[in-house]
């Protein structure tokens, strides 16, 4: 299975402000998932990344809030913008798997918003 | 409505016992797969188990089972010969469709406590 290089691991941002989550993959792959994870709570899926294109969001989350980017079949950037203390959570994103194998996910990115 | 429901928020089995995890899920594809994952507190997402819709055997991964019902949509996990590491959050996923590349979504999660 695919192995996700996730960065920053945490990080801990003024109110007002924006991240940038980096995930880089060892292997081509097509679609790359955005998920949120608030706490305490399951995953929630933000948007879908398929290079070439552009990212599908879910219903609740706008491209002007969470701009994708998806410039080769190895790596995807979410960013949060303008952020609140609501969007303090976990940010994973994800990879298929091969056959029966799951998805692989990131280590994810603990947003402390302040 | 929900896709994935998992209805034991939490649950504390003594050591050793086996567990079953339930989820139930909503779709009108043929073609989907279902998904455990475990969360331990340190918060990376563990693949446990996939079983696809097609499959007409239960799917199995050393410990782990998966109760597979099509007909009643139930995907329950079994955990068998519980230990202290299997405490954690262990969560239901769903990939509607054939195509292996699309998304899943989850279910609420359900948090296992292992008694020693």
């Known amino acids: 299975s695919a192995v996700i290089s996730q960065k920053p691991s945490r990080d801990i941002c003024q109110r007002g402000t924006s991240l940038t989550i980096q995930c880089q993959v060892d292997?081509?792959?097509?679609?790359m998932f955005w998920y949120r994870q608030q706490p305490g709570q399951s995953l929630t899926l933000i948007a879908t990344a398929n290079q070439g294109s552009e990212a599908t969001y879910e219903s609740g989350f706008v491209i002007d809030k969470f701009p994708i980017s998806r410039p080769n079949l190895t790596f995807s950037t979410l960013t949060v913008s303008n952020m609140s203390p609501e969007d303090s959570s976990i940010y994973l994103c994800?990879?298929?798997?091969?056959?029966?194998?799951?998805?692989?996910f990131g280590s994810g990115t603990r947003l402390t918003v302040v | 409505a929900q896709k994935i429901t998992q209805t034991q928020p939490g649950m504390f089995v003594q050591e050793k016992e086996a567990v079953t995890l339930d989820c139930t899920y909503d779709?009108?594809?043929?073609?989907?797969?279902l998904f455990w994952y475990k969360q331990p507190s340190s918060g990376e997402m563990i693949f446990l188990i996939y079983?696809?819709?097609?499959?007409?055997q239960n799917a199995t991964e050393g410990r782990y089972s998966l109760n597979f019902q099509k007909a009643r949509k139930s995907a329950n996990l079994v955990i068998s010969a519980s230990q202290l590491g299997d405490s954690a959050m262990y969560f239901c996923?769903?990939?509607?469709?054939?195509?292996?590349?699309?998304?899943?979504?989850f279910g609420k999660g359900t948090r296992l406590h292992i008694l020693p």
């Open positions: 994800s990879v298929p798997g091969q056959g029966a194998y799951g998805y692989t």
């Open positions: 779709t009108s594809d043929q073609s989907y797969g």
């Open positions: 292997s081509q792959v097509t679609m």
């Open positions: 079983q696809g819709s097609y499959d007409e």
């Open positions: 996923a769903m990939r509607e469709g054939g195509n292996r590349d699309d998304k899943i979504i």
